[in-house]
């Protein structure tokens, strides 16, 4: 984990109007990364801040969320054991099981996790499914999703074909050499 940069930001592009910042650092289990989104969506203004844990294999330990919108102040906590078993607020959640990722709507650091932890070569494929949270008020629901390599772009940039079916995603990720995505068309594109 030591190629990771300590601050990496996005522009949220066409889906909302946006900025996020996410600060990383090292932990005793692999990495730290605190992060903050502001946005308006459709005309509904929110903010999210996440503090997420994750081990040296880029496996999602735990997720701390507080999310601020027009509907109310919500607070959100998930914990990961590693092996695909999740809490939600300190309740077992079976409808994620099997999961090792985290997906939040309003971050585009998050997509970064399945990609370092599988490490595909070019032409392989795999299936990533993640706990998803909703921006606004913090639900969380399992998101199917899938990865497939691409020969790299002409500045060495990693490429993936990106699947999400249930919101009709289809797309080519770019990611920076540092394992983060620096363009998500119709969503994000890195600004630092």
Not at 55 to 74: C, I, K, N, P
Not at 147 to 167: C, K, N, S, T, V
Not at 176 to 191: M, S
Request: charged share 30%; with cysteine; proline share 6%.
């Amino acid at each position: 984990m030591e190629d990771v940069p300590r601050v990496a930001a996005w522009r949220h592009i066409d889906a909302r109007e946006a900025f996020e910042v996410a600060f990383l650092g090292p932990s005793p289990s692999g990495l730290r990364i605190d992060g903050h989104t502001a946005a308006v969506e459709e005309g509904d203004p929110f903010a999210v801040r996440y503090a997420i844990q994750i081990d040296r294999e880029w496996r999602t330990v735990s997720v701390h969320l507080w999310a601020h919108s027009a509907s109310g102040l919500y607070e959100r906590r998930l914990d990961a054991d590693g092996e695909g078993g999740w809490r939600v607020d300190g309740a077992r959640a079976p409808a994620l099981d099997g999961l090792l990722d985290v997906d939040l709507e309003a971050s585009a650091m998050t997509n970064a996790f399945p990609v370092r932890r599988l490490r595909l070569a070019v032409g392989a494929a795999a299936d990533a499914p993640a706990a998803y949270v909703r921006a606004l008020d913090l639900a969380v629901e399992r998101l199917d999703q899938r990865y497939e390599r691409l020969p790299d772009a002409p500045d060495g940039g990693e490429r993936y074909a990106y699947g999400a079916p249930r919101f009709d995603t289809f797309c080519e990720l770019v990611y920076a050499p540092d394992g983060f995505v620096i363009d998500y068309p119709g969503l994000a594109e890195r600004a630092l």
